[in-house]
């Protein structure tokens, strides 16, 4: 019996009809199980929140219960290791307050500017410092202040003088600094009077600051030399000095070899224009660190060292860095390689490699870092990506010694951060390539290694 395609239509839209009907109902059922999970979503992030700031409470009166479990010594050593943070640190609670007032670390350094025509706090500070060694800070003069730090004279470990240098070392010349160690000064030409008066002031000094800028005359008086060639009475206490560091000093004089005598210095920090005339006099037998940041030279061609080369035998630390100011190499560190031939440890800015591993600045053929025969470690700091061509010379270099048999280096490379200055090191680059060959380690401080 033939279908009545007529029926067979209806059939068709009543089943699309019943089907549309199960989906729209499927659709709010959907629709209504998806509100229920979004709130049930928004109920649960309010109680895991919830639950959080529980958990974060009970720490925090965990940690709390533990640090107060402490006895106040303990707590007072573990908040000197924090101490710039002692502002948030008395807000705490009342026992915090307590014990970073009573303990005598946290005030031992005092900023005289920060007391400026505040007597009174500035007595309480030293009543709370108690008999521990101070660190003063002097950037202005204030009599009054000055003479109420000077009745604990006894007890000055350091001092720091910015500013105001003549009035405050006059001041110090009346009064005995028996603990001073460490001074630090930025001094005019007209305090060489003062300076004689003040050694017999300072007896315990091991670490001399001295920067100037003046002529040398400033250095003759300071060493007790109205005019070359008078035998120098030791100004600066140079029995007990350890660490000297001179800044900005003009050494165009000729004056006895051997002449000033630093029978314990340990390190020498020169940042000054010429070394040689100040090396040519030294004495130091047990110095082993030397620094030298090359200020401006102008034409001044490199002198030759015509004093003892023996007596500079026990450096074996020598750095060579760059001054803040003057960003371009000064010569002067080329004729220094021979004058420290010990060195074993050796750390450079990179502004010097094309200096130092080149014989094309020494007008006789060596390169300066030969005279480091007995050299260990090669340290390069300031290493940017736009420094990578200065290393020519150093990889021509690393390469000789590996092939004439040489000893080795262990070898770093040092990039400090800078912003926008991202430095990374291909390791097909020549410069990896031959360091991995030639070093018996390398460090990368800093500058991560690429492949691409």
Known sequence: MPVDPHLHAVKDLANAQAELARLQRRESELVQELMDMRKAVAAQKVAVDELV??????????????????????????????????????????????????????????????????????????????????????????QELLDVVMLHANRLHTLRING?????????????????????????????????????????????????????????????????????????????????????????????????????????????????????????????????????????????????????????????????????????ALSLCPIFRGTRYADIHVEYVPVMFSSSLTGHGQIPADHWTCLESLSIRNFTFSSLDAFEDLVAWFTQRKDSGQRKLHFKLIHEDQPNDLVTLNTSHTLYQTLQECCASVVLDGVPLSAY
Not at 103 to 128: M, Q
Not at 130 to 142: A, F, H, N
Not at 270 to 284: G, K, R, T, Y
């Open 53 to 142: 700031v529980v958990i974060d409470d009970l720490a925090k009166a965990s940690a709390t219960q533990y640090i107060d479990r402490l006895p106040n010594e303990l707590l007072a050593e573990a908040f000197l290791y924090i101490k710039d943070e002692w502002h948030n640190l008395v807000s705490v609670s009342r026992r915090w307050r307590a014990v970073i007032i009573d303990t005598p670390g946290f005030w031992s350094e005092i900023n005289l500017d920060l007391y400026c025509s505040v007597p009174t706090l500035l007595k309480l500070h030293l009543e709370r410092s108690r008999q521990t060694p101070l660190t003063l800070v002097l950037g202005s003069y204030d």
């Open 164 to 332: 105001h240098a003549p009035q405050i070392l006059s001041r110090i010349t009346s009064v005995r600094l028996p603990s001073l160690q460490h001074l630090a000064a930025n001094v005019p030409e007209d305090l060489v009077n003062l300076l004689p008066a003040i050694h017999s002031r300072i007896p315990s000094l091991k670490r001399l600051e001295l920067g100037i800028s003046t002529t040398s005359s400033m250095f003759y008086g300071y060493l007790g030399n109205d005019i070359p060639r008078r035998t120098p009475p030791q100004i600066i206490a140079a029995d007990s000095l350890e660490e000297l560091s001179l800044k900005n000093f003009i050494f165009d004089w000729e004056f006895q070899q051997d002449n000033i005598q630093f029978p314990l210095l340990r390190r020498l920090t020169l940042e000054i224009s010429c070394p040689i005339p100040f090396l040519e006099v030294l004495v130091a037998p047990k110095l082993t660190h030397i620094c030298f940041t090359g200020g401006y030279c102008g034409a001044v061609s490199p002198r030759e060292f015509s004093g003892t080369w023996s007596k500079f035998d026990n450096v074996t630390h020598i750095t060579f860095a760059l001054s803040r100011f003057e960003h371009a190499v000064n010569e002067q």
